[in-house]
């Protein structure tokens, strides 16, 4: 399976924006890039999904590479709400269906 | 609209002991997938309920069972416990195992 390499953690000040990396450079042509959060004392919240080209949504943007070997998150403006562990997961789709494979994931941390 | 619900919210048992996890998915989803997550980790893929029959496992040993009714909720069945068994138990629901999983707050087991 591909898999993905994320930054420990990350730290950003509140109402600025936030890029989280992620590299994947073994994705295959059929693998989605998938973020997920989670916050403390929560399951994970899906965040956004891609497979090409750019993506945007009430929660945040993905920027994906040409190549596909990396993308980014970005958080327009974080708030303290968004302090969270992000996970980049690549989903690995089988002819029997999904499965989602985390990491380790990026803890953000959001300071007033 | 009742998310993915989960019971119970925690659980204490002892080593050999059989325990039985339940999750009722979002309405209108009809595939339900189970994770481990162990302290500091990703959560990790256990299976997937599809149509009540197992449509992908991950790289749990047999010990590690399921069930699927026909109202789409599930039970995740652990048989002779062992300490390392002791994590938060997610379950995630879909519609046909595709894009976005929808996850419930978990089941906190510890084994003593």
């Known amino acids: 399976d591909a898999k993905t390499t994320q930054p420990n953690s990350m730290e950003s000040n509140e109402e600025e924006p936030v890029h989280l990396p992620c590299n994947h450079s073994?994705?295959?042509?059929?693998?989605?890039i998938h973020w997920y959060r989670q916050l403390p004392s929560q399951g994970p919240e899906y965040v956004i999904h891609?497979?090409?080209s750019n993506v945007n949504n009430r929660m945040a943007s993905l920027a994906i590479a040409e190549d596909r070997k990396s993308s980014t998150l970005i958080l327009h403006r974080a708030t303290l709400r968004d302090a969270a562990v992000y996970y980049c997961?690549?989903?690995?789709?089988?002819?029997?269906?999904?499965?989602?494979?985390f990491g380790k994931g990026t803890s953000l941390l959001v300071t007033p | 609209d009742a998310g993915v619900t989960q019971s119970p919210t925690h659980l204490i048992k002892t080593r050999g002991q059989q325990v039985t996890l339940r999750c009722s998915p979002k309405?209108?989803?009809?595939?339900v997938s189970w994770y481990q997550q162990a302290l500091g980790q990703g959560p990790q893929f256990i299976f997937q309920?599809?149509?009540?029959?197992?449509?992908q496992r991950g790289n749990f040993p047999d010990r590690f069972s399921g069930h699927q009714f026909p109202n789409y909720s599930s039970e995740l069945n652990v048989n002779a416990l062992l300490l390392g068994d002791s994590a938060l138990y997610l379950c995630?629901?879909?519609?046909?195992?595709?894009?976005?999983?929808?996850f419930g707050p978990g089941t906190r087991l510890t084994v003593t």
């Open positions: 995630a629901s879909s519609l046909g195992g595709g894009a976005g999983q929808y």
């Open positions: 891609g497979l090409t």
């Open positions: 309920y599809y149509e009540e029959e197992e449509r």
């Open positions: 073994t994705i295959s042509g059929t693998d989605y």
């Open positions: 997961i690549l989903r690995v789709k089988s002819n029997s269906g999904y499965a989602l494979n």
């Open positions: 309405s209108g989803h009809d595939t």
